[in-house]
């Protein structure tokens, strides 16, 4: 790994539980200030940074069980709007510029997703905070990532979990499970991983964007993963003959 950056633009999806710590529900504020300096961190060598975000530390589908499952999603999308302004204060606090967009309107908080827009903000040095996913239900915040990296032509999704990759099954129910350090799209998909939403990781193959799927801890792994540092997984298409 060297200490340079091996991408100019990269979008990082953040789960929402990370943001919760050890304690897993709500705001682990020491926690996010390490993230956020991570982010910095990246931001500081010039590479232009978008984010989305999760709600699980706030609301998860499986928490209404007899809800309506559109209803469900959006109060989950209500959720990474709450994360969005949590992430854009810390950064803010660091000196950093940044602006919230929505996929649907609320412009006493954010600005509306507004593709141009967005990149303008990206191409200022600002930071970019998507909200409120895709606007739709059924689809997790992994698909709105794929999304809005292909619309703001991301080179890379840099997926930050609080597992160090992707496994062949569950790594906390099995204690042999193995680690992928590399795969193709088609051999996720192939696989069924739950680790990987099939909807982003098509949306992915379609546009040909990687993804880097890594652990938050240790602190810094944001910035290692930009310099090229060989952690967690590896996501890419087919190697050309």
């Known amino acids: 790994m060297g200490d340079k950056p091996i991408y100019k633009r990269i979008l990082v999806k953040l789960s929402g539980e990370a943001l919760a710590g050890e304690q897993k529900h709500g705001f682990d504020w020491d926690k996010v200030r390490l993230i956020c300096e991570d982010i910095k961190a990246v931001h500081e060598?010039?590479?232009?940074?978008?984010?989305v975000v999760g709600g699980g530390n706030i609301w998860r589908g499986r928490?209404?069980?007899?809800?309506?499952r559109a209803n469900a999603d959006y109060m989950g999308m209500l959720?990474?709007?709450?994360?969005?302004?949590?992430?854009?204060?810390?950064l803010e606090h660091m000196d950093l510029p940044v602006r919230v967009q929505t996929a649907i309107e609320m412009k006493e908080l954010a600005e509306p997703f507004i593709r141009r827009k967005a990149i303008s903000h990206l191409d200022k040095g600002r930071i970019v905070i998507f909200g409120f996913g895709t606007g739709n239900p059924y689809f997790t915040t992994d698909s709105t990532a794929a999304l809005r990296a292909a619309e703001m032509e991301?080179?890379?999704i840099l997926s930050a979990k609080n597992v160090?990759?992707?496994?062949?099954?569950?790594?906390?129910?099995?204690?042999?499970?193995?680690?992928?350090?590399?795969?193709?799209?088609?051999?996720v998909l192939d696989k069924g991983l739950k680790a990987v939403d099939s909807t982003a990781v098509s949306l992915c193959m379609d546009n040909n964007?990687?993804?880097?799927?890594?652990?938050?801890n240790p602190p810094g792994n944001i910035q290692k993963a930009v310099?090229?540092?060989?952690?967690?997984?590896?996501?890419?298409?087919?190697?050309k003959q």
């Open 45 to 51: 060598m010039g590479v232009q940074i978008c984010i």
């Open 154 to 156: 991301a080179e890379v």
């Open 164 to 187: 160090d990759g992707v496994y062949d099954s569950d790594p906390v129910q099995n204690a042999n499970a193995v680690m992928f350090t590399s795969m193709t799209y088609l051999e």
């Open 209 to 216: 964007i990687p993804m880097h799927i890594f652990a938050l």
């Open 63 to 68: 928490y209404g069980a007899d809800m309506d």
């Open 79 to 90: 959720a990474t709007v709450i994360n969005s302004m949590a992430i854009q204060d810390v």
């Open 227 to 239: 310099c090229g540092a060989k952690i967690g997984t590896f996501i890419k298409g087919e190697e």
